[in-house]
């Protein structure tokens, strides 16, 4: 049986909103109050509810990210660099696998946007065009993060891809090297064949 916020009140003998200051860190509470309520959460192994609290506050404390495939080493530390800064935030992540499946990804999207969360960090190659219509419609702000959206509408976190690339290459043609060979994913997504291979061919 789940103890609730009524049961730890009534076992310390203080009202519902006092248990809410001290579970919530608020420091108008008196320490002897604030002790007493600590000792029954810990006798009681009480544990605040989640979703009534972002009923109450309208905010979730909860980021979903999409990725594409967790098993690729590049989107695995991404995805450990954003979960290393929500809990510095005191934030959680909702981890999505999205499998580079189109209508997977729709999918996914509407999961997290049904779980309430704040926010959603995309990760992917390509934005279709019905993904695009649905990140217009979201409730919750959209980020990218490793993925460029052409028509500049979504904010995105990236490097920027053609710098890096005239860099790289021109770091090589400066140490004499003539043959530098290009290799990158499909040249379909606008990242590989307009800012990597662009960058690439500048140099």
Do not use: C, H
């Amino acid at each position: 049986m789940n103890v609730t916020i009524y049961d730890v009140a009534r076992e310390a003998n203080v009202s519902m909103a006092t248990v809410s200051r001290v579970v919530n860190g608020n420091p108008n509470v008196k320490p002897i109050t604030r002790k007493k309520v600590l000792d029954v959460i810990k006798q009681l192994g009480y544990r605040p509810n989640a979703v009534a609290r972002g009923l109450a506050s309208k905010k979730t404390t909860t980021v979903g990210v999409m990725i594409p495939d967790i098993s690729n080493v590049f989107y695995a530390e991404l995805a450990r660099g954003i979960e290393d800064i929500a809990t510095m935030y005191k934030y959680n992540i909702i981890l999505s696998n999205s499998d580079e499946n189109e209508d997977k990804e729709l999918q996914v999207l509407n999961t997290l946007l049904g779980k309430q969360v704040d926010g959603i960090i995309y990760m992917g190659e390509r934005i279709s065009e019905q993904l695009q219509e649905e990140f217009d419609r979201s409730p919750a702000p959209v980020v990218l993060a490793g993925s460029v959206d052409a028509a500049n509408k979504i904010a995105s976190v990236n490097i920027d891809y053609k710098q890096a690339s005239y860099e790289a290459v021109s770091r090589f043609t400066k140490n004499g090297r003539k043959k530098i060979a290009f290799i990158s994913g499909s040249l379909d997504e606008p990242v590989n064949s307009e800012l990597k291979l662009g960058g690439y061919r500048e140099a």
